[in-house]
Structures are given as structure tokens and as C-alpha cells.
């Protein structure tokens, strides 16, 4: 499959909204808000909304990957260290903290249907080339080892140190059991390019209109799962608890 990745604006905010609906709201109902430090852990609409907000205000940046059909299937969020100053294992990584960088690279999503076919590799790829088209510089991580061990995908939220290294990273320094900084430099590129082939735009797609319209409702709140519960669930207007706090990847 080949993807086409667009930035995440105001533009993409309907296809974003319905990917994170369609999986309800990610991390039971984080809305990729915990990295902004501004995430509710009870009101699912809350983060919605503030990152609605964000998005049109042009605080929140992701690489966005479309499929062929285009509907959006997952994403890697980026930002400066103002804009998510959230931090993984955040006290080892002060005891020495590295240089300031310019933009760190903090979460992953893709559509539970979707895994294991190059989507986080396609986003990760896309989210560097707009840090190119931004004006480049340093950028870090702090993600997984997955080598010689079982890692399930549902806590890879920032993605695998390999993959990070197959796209030129290096490592830093271990913060924790399985988690290392790992750190690029992006060279600037002149400017921002079009895509390589745009997905259908929604009116041409009543589907997706449909599907969009359905994301601008109110999240429905989501509530506590029992612990060990299955992942929150949206499917036919009935709501399964999450298997978390909301936000709880900090
Ligand atoms: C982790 C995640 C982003 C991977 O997405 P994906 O599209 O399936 O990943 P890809 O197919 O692009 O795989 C790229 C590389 O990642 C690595 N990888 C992905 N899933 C892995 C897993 N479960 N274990 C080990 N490595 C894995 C592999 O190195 C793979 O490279 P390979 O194909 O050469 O083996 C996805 O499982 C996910 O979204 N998990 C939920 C994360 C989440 O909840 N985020 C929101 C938190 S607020």
C-alpha cells in the first residue's frame, strides 16, 4: 500500500478526528493531549476539544498518513519542546539531560486494523520531512527496544529504537528498563512541497463526510475500566470502559 502523509491542520482535522473517534479517542480518550501536558484523565470531550483547539491554532503538529482510500490510518506526533514539554521517564532523563533540542517526537498512533503494514515507519518518515520543511534541526525521541523481547504494540506509543535508528538516529543514553533517547539533526529543506498524491478530498467522498460529522460530536465520556479490561472500543454507539486512565502514558 502506498500512503500519501499530510500535516495535521486545520485542513486534516476532520480525518484525524475520525481515526481517533473510529479508536475512541486513543489511550482511552487521551486525544494525543498528554504530551501537551494539558490532558484531562476523566473528560474524553475536554481533550477532544483542546486539541481541536490546538490543531487550528497551529500548537499541535503530526504527520498524518492517508491510505488510498483517503481515510486517515495513524499518526506521529512532533513538536517543539514549548509545545510538548511532556517528557518519558522524565527524573533519569533530567540527571543528565542532553542538549535543548529543537523538536522531539513523542507519540504514535495507528488504526488498531492497520498495524504491522508501514504505517508508523510511513508517519515517522513523513513527520521528518516537515520538521525539514520547518526549518530542520535537533530532533529527539525517547522511545523502545523491542530486540530479543515480546513488545506489544498497544504500549509502543513512541515507536521502537530500531525504527528510530533505521532512519538515521543514534542513542543517547537509557532512561529506562527498555526506553533510550535517541537524537537526529534534520537539515532544513527549502519549502514545503505538495504531497505526492492527495487523497480524495471529502466531498468527493460521502462516507467520510459522514464519518467527519460523526468525529465533530462529543466524545462520549469515557469512564474507568476495570483493570486488565479490554481497550475502549467505539463500534455501534455502544462504549466499552478503557483499559487505562485517560492519559496515562506519562
Ligand atoms: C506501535 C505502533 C505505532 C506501530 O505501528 P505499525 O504501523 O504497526 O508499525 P509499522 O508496521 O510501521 O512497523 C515499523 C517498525 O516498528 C516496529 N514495530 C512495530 N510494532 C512492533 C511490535 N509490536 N514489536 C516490535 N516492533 C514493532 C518494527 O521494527 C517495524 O519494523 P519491521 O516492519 O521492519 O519489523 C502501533 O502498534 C500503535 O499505534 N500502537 C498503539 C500506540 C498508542 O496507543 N498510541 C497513543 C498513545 S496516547
Known amino acids: 500500500m502506498r500512503y500519501t502523509i499530510r500535516p495535521l491542520d486545520a485542513s486534516t482535522w476532520a480525518a484525524f478526528a475520525e481515526l481517533a473517534a473510529r479508536n475512541n479517542g486513543v489511550y482511552g480518550g487521551c486525544w494525543c493531549m498528554a504530551y501537551h501536558l494539558e490532558v484531562s484523565r476523566t ?12 490543531v487550528r491554532g497551529g500548537r499541535a503538529h503530526a504527520a498524518l498518513v492517508f491510505d488510498d482510500y483517503g481515510t486517515a490510518q495513524g499518526w506521529c506526533q512532533y513538536g517543539s519542546p514549548e509545545e510538548l514539554p511532556g517528557i518519558k521517564h522524565r527524573r533519569e532523563y533530567e540527571k543528565d539531560a542532553p542538549p535543548h533540542p529543537d523538536w522531539r517526537i513523542t507519540c504514535f498512533f495507528v488504526d488498531k486494523r492497520h498495524r504491522g503494514q ?5 508517519a515517522l518518515e513523513g513527520a521528518l520531512d516537515q520538521i525539514a520543511h520547518l526549518g530542520g534541526g535537533l530532533v529527539e525521541a525517547i522511545s523502545e527496544v523491542t530486540t530479543c523481547r515480546e513488545a506489544q504494540g498497544r504500549f509502543l506509543f513512541s515507536a521502537t529504537v530500531e525504527l528510530f535508528e533505521q ?8 532512561v529506562g528498563k527498555h526506553a533510550w533517547i535517541v537524537s537526529r539533526v534534520i537539515e532544513s529543506a527549502p519549502s514545503i512541497g505538495q504531497p505526492v498524491s492527495s487523497p480524495p478530498v471529502p466531498e468527493q467522498r460521502p462516507d467520510l463526510l459522514d464519518a467527519a460529522k460523526r468525529a465533530e460530536r462529543p466524545f462520549p465520556r469515557a469512564s474507568a475500566g476495570p ?18 486512565p485517560i492519559g496515562d502514558a506519562l
Open 43 to 54: 473528560d474524553a470531550a475536554q481533550n477532544r476539544a483542546g486539541k481541536e483547539r490546538r
Open 118 to 122: 508501514g504505517i508508523a515507519r510511513a
Open 167 to 174: 532512519n538515521g538516529f543514534t542513542r543517547v543514553r537509557k
Open 227 to 244: 483493570a486488565g479490561s479490554a481497550p475502549a472500543m467505539h463500534s455501534g454507539g455502544s462504549v466499552r470502559a478503557p483499559a487505562q
